[in-house]
C-alpha cells in the first residue's frame, strides 16, 4: 500500500526526470501531492523536494514499461506525456501504479478510474496534431518553407513523420512557439533545435504575397452566403489556431 | 485575365459541389516526388458556412454546353466565363499544396464542347500533375456523364476518387430539370467504375504493381429539395447506390434557389438544411450502424422527424426492445442504444472482458447517458423501469431544432419554429414553445 504524502515533486521537466519521480513514488510507496517542472514553479504550503534525474534509475524504470506493460502501454504513457497540461505526470503516475499489478492488459481497463484520464490526455496530443497537420502554413523564403505554431501540447515529434514524408525534396522548418522548439528539414535530413529569442516570420516577397492573396480569394469564395454558419466554423476550427493561419489571421 | 481572378471565378461555380474529403488513400511519400494521402483524410481550414476544405475545388472550366435549370452554370446563365490551362491548374495545385494549404486537388468541369473533349482536357491536366510534378498526393475527379468508357478507365489509373453526380433523385425529375442528362448516362460510368474496381482488387492480388484505379472508390452527389421526393425514397435510392455500385459515399445538398422557374422552389426559400442534416444521420446509420433503409423509415411515416434524430426516433418506436445489457449485447444490438456510437460500442466490448462495467464505467468510456440512461442496464443499474415519458421525450429531442442557446434564428431549426418566428415570435420563445408541444406530442405517442 502507499500513502498520500504531503509532498510536491519538482523534476526538470524531461522524460527521464518523470520516470525518476515514479521511481521515487515507488520507492517510498508515497503519492505526492503534485509533480511539477521545477522551472516556474512557485513554492507553496506543501514541503516540496527536488528530485535529480539519474539516468540509472530512469533507465530501470523505462525497461519495465517495455517488459511488463507491453507496446500498447509504453506508446499510450509517451504520447501523454507530451501532454502540455498541468497534472499529467499524476494521472501517468496513478496509471503506472495501477497497471504493473495488470500488466500487459492494464491499457485496456477503459472504463477505469486510473486508465480513463490518461487515454483522455493522449487523444488530446493526437487530436492537437491530426488539426495542426491541416491548419499550419507554410511560407516561401527563397525556397525554404517556414511555418510558425502555439500549440498547446509538444506536437513536433508527431508532425515530424508526416512533412517529412509529404515534403521530400524540399527544405522547411517548423517553429513551436509555445514549446521553444524548431523542426528543421534540410538536405533530406531532419533535426530539432531549440528557439532563442523571439521568433517573428519575416515579411514575405512579391510572389509569395501573390499566392497568399490568391489563396484567400479562393477561401472567401467558397463560403455560401445562404448557409452561414460561423459557430460550426469555430467548432471545427478552433479559434486558437487563427493566429497562424494564412487566410484567418486578418480576423482574430 | 490574371490568374487570381480564374480561380475566384472558377471556384465559384465549383463550391456548390458537396464532397471535399480526402479520405479513402493511404500512400507513403517518396524520394524525388511530392506528397502523401493518408487514409482518415485531412481538413486544412473550414469555411464560414462550416465546411471543410480539404482540396482545391475548381472547375476545369464554367463554360457549359448544357443548360440544367437548377445549376448556375447553365448556358443561358449570364455569368463571367473562364477556362484553366492543364499548365496553370497544375501549377497551381502544387503551389498551394507545398503551403499546405489543400490535401490535393477536386477536379470538375463543366461540358466544354462535348463530354469526350471536356475529359480529355482534364486528363491532359492530371497527367502534367502526376507524371511531369511527380505528386503523389489525393485527387478527386469528377466524371463527365456521357464521355466515352476509355476515358473513364484513364481518369482512373490518375485519380484517388472518381465521381458522377447523380444530380436529383428520380427519372421524372432529371427529365424535367436536366433535359440533356439522363439517368443511362450517369449510371453507366457508375456501373463501369465499380465493375474496373472489383477487376483492379484481383490484378492487385495477382501483382502488386498493378497500377491502381481510383483506389479510394467513387461517391455522388444528389439535390434535396428542388423535386417532391420523400426521405424514404431518398434513403432507399442511397442504400440501392452503396449496395449496386459499392459507392463510398452519397453527399445530398440542400437546395439552393439559384434561379426563378416555375418548376423550382421560389428564389430566397431558405435551404432545407435541416433535412439534409437528417439525410446525412440516416445515412450514417447505413453506413456505420447496421441499419436498413427499410428500417429507418417506412410506407406510414415517409419523412423524417424533424425535432428528433433518426436513430432516437427508431429507438421510441421500438421501446419494447429496450433495456439492452451492456455486458453481455452484441456490437449491433449495442449501436442501436441513443447514445452509443461506434467508437464507444467498441470500446464497451474491449473493457467489459476485464471486468463487469457499471454507469460510471460508461461514462468514461463516452457514453452519452443523457439519452442511453433509458435504454440500457449494467451492474448496479436495472435500466428505468418506467421512465417518465416526458423524461425521455425531453433527453431524446434535438436541441438544433429548437434554436437552443441561440438568440438569432439558426438555419437549422425545424420549420414549425421557423414559421413561428417569421410571425415574429422571438425564436427563443419559438423554439421553447414548439419544443413543449413535440414533449407532449412525444409523450403522448408513446
Redesign the interface.
Same mark, same amino acid.
Request: hydrophobic share 35%; charged share 30%; glycine share 4%.
Given at each position: 500500500m502507499y500513502r498520500q504524502a504531503d509532498v510536491v515533486y519538482l523534476y526538470d521537466s524531461s522524460w527521464q526526470g518523470f520516470l525518476c519521480c515514479v521511481f521515487e513514488a515507488f520507492f517510498r510507496r508515497e503519492e505526492p501531492f503534485v509533480i511539477c517542472p521545477a522551472r516556474g514553479f512557485s513554492p507553496t504550503l506543501y514541503e516540496s523536494r527536488f528530485i535529480d534525474t539519474d539516468p540509472e534509475k530512469a533507465d530501470r524504470v523505462d525497461r519495465s514499461i517495455d517488459e511488463k506493460l507491453g507496446p500498447r502501454a509504453r506508446e499510450l504513457v509517451s504520447l501523454a506525456f507530451l501532454n502540455g497540461s498541468e497534472g499529467k505526470e499524476l494521472a501517468l503516475l496513478r496509471f503506472l501504479r495501477f497497471a504493473y499489478p495488470r500488466g500487459r492488459?492494464a491499457p485496456?481497463?477503459?472504463? %477505469?478510474?486510473a486508465v480513463?484520464p490518461v487515454l483522455a490526455l493522449e487523444k488530446a496530443v493526437t487530436g492537437e496534431a491530426?488539426l495542426l497537420?491541416?491548419?499550419?502554413?507554410?511560407?516561401?523564403y527563397d525556397g525554404l =518553407?517556414a511555418?510558425r505554431i502555439t500549440p498547446k501540447h509538444y506536437v513536433l515529434p508527431l508532425l515530424r513523420g508526416?512533412f517529412? %514524408?509529404?515534403?521530400? $525534396?524540399?527544405n522547411f522548418l517548423i517553429c513551436d512557439v509555445t514549446h521553444r522548439a524548431v523542426l528543421l528539414y534540410r538536405d533530406?535530413a531532419a533535426s530539432y533545435l531549440e528557439l532563442e529569442g523571439e521568433f517573428q516570420l519575416p515579411p514575405v516577397g512579391e510572389e509569395e504575397a501573390? =499566392?497568399q492573396?490568391?489563396?484567400k480569394?479562393?477561401?472567401e469564395? =467558397?463560403?455560401?452566403q445562404?448557409? $452561414?454558419?460561423?459557430?460550426?466554423?469555430m467548432?471545427?476550427?478552433p479559434k486558437r489556431y487563427w493566429e497562424n493561419?494564412?487566410? =484567418?489571421q486578418h480576423l482574430v | 485575365m490574371e490568374l487570381e481572378e480564374k480561380l475566384a471565378i472558377l471556384a465559384d461555380s465549383a463550391k456548390y459541389d458537396v464532397a471535399c474529403t480526402s479520405s479513402g488513400s493511404d500512400r507513403g511519400g517518396q524520394a524525388g516526388s511530392i506528397g502523401n494521402c493518408q487514409a482518415p483524410g485531412c481538413c486544412h481550414t473550414f469555411t464560414a458556412d462550416g465546411r471543410c476544405v480539404s482540396l482545391l475545388k475548381v472547375l476545369y472550366t464554367n463554360i457549359c454546353a448544357y443548360d440544367c435549370r437548377y445549376c448556375v452554370n447553365r448556358r443561358s446563365n449570364d455569368l463571367p466565363r473562364a477556362a484553366f490551362t492543364p499548365r496553370e491548374l497544375a501549377d497551381l495545385t502544387i503551389q498551394f499544396y507545398r503551403r499546405n494549404y489543400i490535401e490535393g486537388l477536386f477536379l470538375s468541369s463543366a461540358v466544354l464542347v462535348s463530354p469526350d473533349y471536356t475529359m480529355e482536357q482534364m486528363i491532359s491536366a492530371l497527367t502534367l500533375l502526376r507524371e511531369e510534378y511527380r505528386f503523389r498526393g489525393y485527387i478527386h475527379a469528377k466524371a463527365i456523364p456521357g464521355s466515352s468508357p476509355e476515358l473513364v478507365r484513364r481518369l482512373g489509373l490518375l485519380a484517388d476518387r472518381l465521381s458522377v453526380n447523380i444530380e436529383l433523385p428520380s427519372e421524372a425529375s432529371l427529365g424535367l430539370l436536366a433535359p440533356d442528362k439522363s439517368r443511362a448516362a450517369i449510371l453507366r460510368p457508375m456501373g463501369q467504375i465499380a465493375a474496373s474496381a472489383t477487376q483492379n482488387r484481383q490484378e492487385l492480388a495477382l501483382y502488386r504493381h498493378a497500377p491502381r484505379f481510383a483506389p479510394a472508390g467513387q461517391s455522388t452527389q444528389m439535390i434535396v429539395g428542388a423535386t417532391p421526393e420523400s426521405d424514404r425514397q431518398i434513403l432507399h435510392l442511397t442504400q440501392g447506390l452503396y449496395r449496386k455500385y459499392s459507392l463510398k459515399r452519397v453527399f445530398f445538398s440542400a437546395y439552393i434557389p439559384v434561379v426563378e422557374d416555375s418548376r423550382l422552389p421560389a428564389l430566397y426559400t431558405p435551404p432545407p438544411l435541416l433535412r439534409e442534416h437528417r439525410l446525412y444521420q440516416a445515412d450514417w446509420m447505413l453506413r456505420y450502424y447496421h441499419f436498413s433503409a427499410e428500417e429507418i423509415l417506412d410506407e406510414d411515416c415517409p419523412n423524417f422527424d424533424p425535432y428528433m434524430d433518426p436513430k432516437c426516433h427508431w429507438a421510441l418506436r421500438h421501446f419494447d426492445r429496450f433495456p439492452v445489457d451492456v455486458n453481455r449485447a452484441g456490437e449491433e444490438e449495442l449501436l442501436r442504444v441513443p447514445g452509443i456510437g461506434p467508437r464507444s460500442a467498441r470500446r464497451i466490448l474491449i473493457a467489459r472482458k476485464n471486468g463487469a462495467l457499471g454507469l460510471p464505467e460508461l461514462k468514461r468510456i463516452g457514453v452519452v447517458l443523457k439519452r442511453a440512461q433509458y435504454f440500457l442496464c449494467c451492474r448496479g443499474y436495472s435500466g428505468s423501469r418506467s421512465p417518465r415519458r416526458e423524461l425521455v421525450a425531453r433527453a431524446l429531442l434535438d436541441p438544433e431544432a429548437f434554436n437552443e442557446g441561440c438568440e438569432q434564428l439558426s438555419l437549422f431549426s425545424a420549420p414549425q419554429v421557423q414559421q413561428l418566428a417569421g410571425q415574429g415570435v422571438a425564436p427563443r420563445l419559438a423554439g421553447l414553445q414548439v419544443k413543449e408541444e413535440a414533449v407532449k406530442c412525444i409523450a403522448r405517442q408513446m
Open positions: 492488459r485496456w481497463f477503459l472504463g %477505469s478510474e480513463a491530426h497537420k491541416g491548419f499550419l502554413r507554410f511560407q516561401e =518553407l511555418a508526416h517529412c %514524408s509529404r515534403f521530400p $525534396e524540399e533530406h501573390r =499566392l492573396r490568391a489563396w480569394r479562393f477561401y469564395t =467558397l463560403t455560401i445562404a448557409r $452561414e454558419n460561423p459557430r460550426c466554423r467548432t471545427h476550427c493561419m494564412t487566410e =484567418l | -
